[in-house]
């Protein structure tokens, strides 16, 4: 009776969007694992791991704004900017590295603060809100720098510690662990918690939730100071695995992050939200990105294929909750 239990447990997983999103990543890494033999080395393992990090930390925070009904479109610029600044700052005043990447947290956290109160008291919808604000955070960005690169410490200088948060020196790719104890911890919050409990109870029915007793409006702020928290640790990623920031880099990678949480199963409409699907679309689009040089196709045919997939997961989701409607 119990193995007809985890069977039937088992077979509805995988009717699951993310269940399938699973499928779609072993499939993907199967393919091009066939397809090439130079994608076999571990040499390509280790350039998937290094893309997935700060797009992990993008998704992951973005999962949060996603759970409420909204999205932020400012977190790829902001990413940069924050590691732009950053890096800046501390060139300039000849600070040491873990000041710089201290700045780059703050600086991602206050745009999220910024978002948040656009949002939230001012009332602006938050795709244009967002919008705006990834306009600014270029325009900062390259207003304070002059539009000039930031070059954060090479690993081999003796301020080149922080590139071990993710990759040791003998190229281990430590980051997977680091990124799966953030992304289990904040599953924990999303489900777990009151905070994560609130955020999907307003993204389900956000005048419900308010007639419940829940403020909407505090819990939508946080949800984008998290966001925007998210995108800060983000450019920590980001600089640990490029060293070089240049002005304007980031536009983009929020496209990339949305469409990594959509994939994994959370819904554009609101109320479903989960971080283990969202780190599995993170996979797929950076299997994606690796993957189709090596059969030669270039980055453009991503961002086209990528359009397909998240059509697709769009559409998954439609008709999820026109059934869950029926029911």
């Known amino acids: 009776m119990a193995e007809k239990h985890k069977h039937n447990r088992g077979k509805e997983f995988f009717g699951t969007q993310q269940g399938i999103a699973l499928i779609v990543l072993i499939a993907l890494y199967i393919f091009f694992f066939a397809m090439s033999k130079p994608f076999r080395t571990s040499t390509t393992l280790a350039s998937i791991f290094d893309s997935s990090y700060y797009l992990a930390l993008l998704a ?20 940069n900017t924050s590691a732009l600044v950053g890096g800046f700052i501390a ?11 201290l700045i780059t947290v703050i600086i991602g956290t206050l745009f999220g603060v910024l978002n ?14 967002t919008l705006a604000t990834q306009m600014l955070a270029v325009g900062l960005g390259s207003i304070i720098t002059k539009v000039q690169t930031s070059n954060y410490p090479l690993r081999t200088s003796p301020e080149g510690w922080y590139k071990s948060i993710f990759k040791l020196d003998s190229g281990f790719p430590i980051g997977i662990f680091v990124i799966a104890a953030i992304a ?14 609130y955020l999907l109870a307003i993204g389900s029915n956000t005048e419900a939730a308010r007639l419940s007793g829940i403020n909407t409006q505090k819990y939508i702020f946080l949800a984008f100071v998290l ?12 600089a640990a695995t490029y060293t070089t920031i240049l002005p304007g880099e980031g536009v983009g990678f929020e496209l990339d992050a949305i469409a990594s949480a959509v994939i994994g199963g959370s819904s554009l409409a609101g109320g479903k939200a989960g971080i283990a699907g969202t780190i599995v679309g993170v996979f797929i689009m950076t299997i994606l990105k690796v993957g189709l040089p090596f059969i030669g196709l270039q980055s453009h045919y991503q961002t086209f294929i990528t359009g397909i997939v998240l059509i697709l997961a769009v559409y998954l989701d439609v008709v999820r909750n026109i059934r869950e409607k029926k029911q």
């Open 60 to 79: 992951i925070g973005v999962t949060f704004t996603i759970a409420v009904g909204a999205f932020d479109m400012s977190i790829g610029a902001v990413m």
């Open 91 to 101: 060139q300039k005043y000849g600070l040491n590295v873990g000041v710089a990447l």
């Open 116 to 129: 948040g109160i656009l949002i939230t008291k001012l009332k602006i919808i938050p795709f244009v809100t």
């Open 184 to 197: 289990i911890i904040m599953a924990i919050v999303l489900k777990k918690t009151k905070f994560g409990r």
């Open 227 to 238: 966001c925007g928290f998210f995108a800060g640790l983000a450019g920590v990623a980001y």
